[in-house]
C-alpha cells in the first residue's frame, strides 16, 4: 500500500511528514516546480526517507498543451526539483491524472516513471470531512495506490486512514526502497 500526496509542497508538508514518521510510513509526495523554494521542508522529507517526484511545474492539464510546453513543464518540474535537493527525480504523476500519448513521450524522454492511483480519498473536494476521507481511503484494496493532497483536511484524516488501513490488515510502504512498488 503505498500513500501519495499531491500539489505541494505546502503548509501542511511538515506536519504530514510528522504523522508519517509516528506510524513508520514512507509516502510518495509530487511537488509543483513553482512552488519550490528553499524555505519548504524538502531536507525533512528526504531526511524522513520519503521520496519526492515531480507534478510538473505548474498544475495544468497537459493533454491540452503544445508537446513543446508539455516537455517544458516536465523538464523545469524536474530541473528546479533536482536543483533544490540535489537528488534526482525519477518519478512524475501528470496533474488532474491525465494523460494522453504527449504526455507519456515527453515523460519518457526525461526517463520519468508515471505513476497514478487506483484509490482516491476526494480530500481535494471541498464537501469531504476527515471521517469521509478516512472511509473512502481505508476502503483500498491491497496493494493501492492511494492519492492524498497536502491539505489541512487531510493531515486530520491522516492518522486514521494510516489506522485503518492497518486494522483492515493492510501493509504500508516502510521502506522507500521498495519503490517502485507495483
Known sequence: MLLTFDDGPGRQTEEIVSI?????????????????HHKRPFDKVLQSGHVIGTHA???IDLTKQHPDRVRYQLRTGKRE?????????????????????T???AAEELKLETILWN?????WDPQMNAELIVD??????????ILLH??????QALPGII???????????????????F
Do not use: M
Open 57 to 59: 511545474h505548474h498544475h
Open 81 to 101: 526539483l533536482e536543483n533544490l535537493t540535489g537528488q534526482s527525480v525519477t518519478y512524475f504523476r501528470p496533474p488532474y491524472g491525465k494523460l494522453n500519448r
Open 163 to 181: 489506522e485503518a488501513l492497518r486494522a483492515n490488515g493492510q501493509q504500508l510502504l516502510n521502506r522507500s526502497d521498495q519503490l517502485p512498488f
Open 103 to 105: 504526455v507519456r513521450d
Open 20 to 36: 508519517l514518521n509516528h506510524y513508520h510510513v514512507k509516502a510518495l509526495f509530487f511537488w509543483q516546480g513553482h512552488l519550490l
Open 119 to 123: 484509490t482516491s480519498s476526494y480530500d
Open 150 to 155: 497536502e491539505k489541512k483536511v487531510t493531515v
Open 136 to 145: 473512502r481511503a481505508s476502503a483500498a484494496k491491497p496493494n493501492s495506490i
